[in-house]
């Protein structure tokens, strides 16, 4: 079964900048859609950006111009560059993918989740 593995979070003060990883790993698998979502308290899960296959790429208003999603596909990975970060940017930020396995059709996968925190 195909596990995903955040890493990068943490504490960073306004206008700084973090850079987010999702690799995953497993065997006999094809990655489609890549995708971080994040969430902040007493709030919904929500899309932040994604890339296709073919790398094409979205972004939610509130982070165009400031996130970058990239994605290595020879090491199975996503990245999340974030910069300019703000305080509304705080949440717990998740790894999604799309993913076939051999032998088990397609199934979306999720990270463990990995907390970003913007403060002074």
């Known amino acids: 079964q195909v596990q995903l593995v955040e890493s990068g979070g943490g504490l960073v003060l306004p206008g700084g900048s973090l850079r987010l990883s999702c690799a995953a790993s497993?065997?006999?698998?094809?990655?489609?859609?890549m995708a971080w979502y994040r969430q902040a308290p007493g709030h919904q899960r929500d899309l932040v950006a994604d890339i296709s296959g073919y790398e094409y790429t979205t972004y939610a208003d509130s982070v165009k111009g400031r996130f970058t999603i990239s994605r290595d596909n020879a090491n199975n990975t996503v990245y999340l560059q974030m910069s300019s970060l703000k305080p509304e940017d705080t949440a717990v930020y998740y790894c999604?993918?799309?993913?076939?396995?051999?032998?088990?059709?397609?199934?979306?996968?999720w990270g463990q989740g990995t907390q970003v925190t913007v403060s002074s």
């Open positions: 999604a993918a799309r993913i076939r396995e051999l032998g088990r059709g397609i199934s979306d996968y």
């Open positions: 497993g065997s006999s698998f094809v990655i489609y859609t």
